[in-house]
């Protein structure tokens, strides 16, 4: 990221637990010492293995111009299938939507 200067807005999505919160607050850190030219667009923690559906994460996600997300989430398959628009239990082949954020 620090050497990406196509990163330009940064959406965090992490789940609510230790770790979720940790990976927010380093990426939040990190972020601003290395490259305070950054935004950071959302900041948002979700239920521990409650959610299923990403497609609400999504949508947000593009509202917000994020053109990068930072996730420390163990769903971070189910991220990249909603930024892609799809439904399906595969597997994304990248995790990169193809005309929407990367999924860092």
Do not use: C, W
Request: hydrophobic residues 45%; glycine residues 6%; proline residues 7%.
């Amino acid at each position: 990221m620090a050497q990406n200067s196509r990163i330009r807005r940064v959406y965090l999505l992490n789940q609510d637990y230790s770790f979720g919160q940790q990976v927010a607050k380093m990426a939040r850190e990190m972020i601003a010492a290395r490259r305070p030219d950054i935004e950071i667009v959302g900041d948002e923690l979700h239920p521990l293995g409650r959610i299923k559906d990403f497609v609400p994460y999504a949508a947000k996600i593009r509202a917000a111009g994020a053109d990068t997300v930072v996730t420390g989430t163990t769903e971070a398959a189910a991220v990249a299938r909603a930024l892609e628009g799809r439904t399906d239990d595969a597997a994304p082949i990248v995790p990169r939507a193809p005309h929407g954020p990367k999924l860092l």
